[in-house]
């Protein structure tokens, strides 16, 4: 069972780049999310979505771009890489919080970006 | 909007004792959910413990365990028999029972001192 699957573990970008975070679930969850997580910031929502062709913004949605072709896969798009960017990212998923398995929620191993 | 708010940005406990790290929370929703994450030096985010809003019994799991104070908006968790495995950064988190938004704090970084 391989869980939430993040790919790359680590990546360094040039200011102006763009690169995907890749994200997959085999749970079959019908909600996935993303997360920053900056020093002294805790997690911070960035993207999520309910189900396949639906997403929605988070808290710090401005500079990435989501979408939710399929179930199972929910990437993280940068599409013009900047410092402020540099972070711990985090991809989660879950059945949906209205079920009784909903308040279990897993979570990816984090991918390192830096930009310089 | 949801708020959860860790006072303690760092404790430290002698090894085999007991530590309580605390969580407050802001909501107007009756129905929720509150997680203690564990995030060692590794990054992994491992739940430690849950707790259901409705239910009035406090979660426990072998040496963790809270105490939800749910007039107060209060999560504290409770490390007994402290181990040097326990040392990590401990995120408190809120779910709401509609929404899909889970909010954290900022943290806490336990040391354990040998």
């Known amino acids: 069972n391989a869980g939430v699957t993040q790919t790359p573990k680590f990546q360094v970008l040039k200011t102006g780049q763009s690169m995907t975070l890749q994200c997959a679930q085999d749970m079959n969850h019908e909600y996935m999310s993303w997360y920053r997580q900056d020093p002294g910031m805790g997690l911070r929502l960035i993207h999520y979505?309910?189900?396949?062709?639906?997403?929605d913004q988070g808290e710090v949605p401005n500079g990435y771009n989501v979408s939710r072709s399929t179930t199972e896969d929910f990437p993280l798009r940068l599409l013009s890489a900047a410092p402020s960017q540099t972070s711990v990212y985090f991809c989660a998923s879950s059945y949906s919080p209205g079920t009784l398995s909903g308040n279990t929620i897993y979570f990816g191993e984090g991918s390192w970006l830096t930009v310089v | 909007a949801q708020t959860v708010t860790q006072s303690q940005p760092e404790m430290s406990v002698q090894e085999a004792e007991t530590v309580t790290l605390s969580c407050t929370y802001d909501?107007?929703?009756?129905?929720?959910?509150l997680f203690w994450y564990k995030q060692p030096p590794s990054r992994q985010m491992i739940l430690v413990i849950r707790?259901?809003?409705?239910?009035?019994q406090n979660a426990t799991e072998n040496r963790f365990s809270v105490n939800f104070q749910k007039a107060a908006k209060s999560f504290s968790l409770k490390i007994s028999d402290s181990q040097l495995g326990d040392a990590a950064m401990y995120f408190c988190?809120?779910?709401?029972?509609?929404?899909?938004?889970?909010?954290f704090g900022t943290g806490t970084r336990l040391t354990i001192i040998p």
């Open positions: 979505s309910v189900g396949a062709g639906i997403t």
């Open positions: 707790q259901e809003a409705y239910k009035q």
């Open positions: 988190a809120y779910r709401s029972a509609q929404y899909e938004k889970l909010t």
């Open positions: 909501t107007s929703e009756s129905d929720y959910y």
